[in-house]
């Protein structure tokens, strides 16, 4: 199996930036779907966006679209999610996740070993 460690998380100001880092070791992480997914107090674990395993196939959640990014590095066996012009309703905790198959997953329960989380706050 493979075990994952979220980082990048912080506070910031609405409108501004930050890069979220998933280093995975274990497992074969190449064959992986990985996926990032958040859950704000009171809310539901939410999709957020996955990425293929060779990194050549992405999708979001309607929320996020323009504004983040997932790209991954199978040689540094990371996945990354850039975030964009953030906005208050965007705070909450960050979880990466991978998927043991090989096609799409867009819910939690489709997903085989997470992190963590890393927290991301941000004020307006």
């Known amino acids: 199996q493979v075990q994952l460690v979220e980082s990048g998380g912080g506070s910031v100001q609405a409108g501004g930036s930050l890069r979220l880092s998933c280093a995975a070791s274990?497992?074969?992480?190449?064959?992986?779907?990985m996926g990032w997914f958040r859950q704000a107090p009171g809310k539901e674990r939410g999709f957020v966006a996955s990425?293929?395993?060779?990194?050549?196939?992405?999708r979001y959640a309607d929320p996020v679209k323009a504004r983040f990014t997932i790209s991954r590095d199978n040689d540094k066996k990371t996945v990354y999610l850039e975030m964009n012009r953030l906005k208050p309703e965007d705070t909450a905790v960050y979880y990466c996740?991978?998927?043991?198959?090989?096609?799409?997953?867009?819910?939690?329960?489709?997903?085989?070993?997470w992190g963590q989380g890393t927290q991301v706050t941000v004020s307006s």
């Open positions: 996740a991978a998927r043991a198959y090989t096609n799409w997953g867009t819910q939690a329960y489709e997903y085989d070993y």
């Open positions: 990425i293929s395993t060779g990194g050549g196939s992405t």
């Open positions: 274990g497992g074969t992480f190449r064959d992986y779907y």
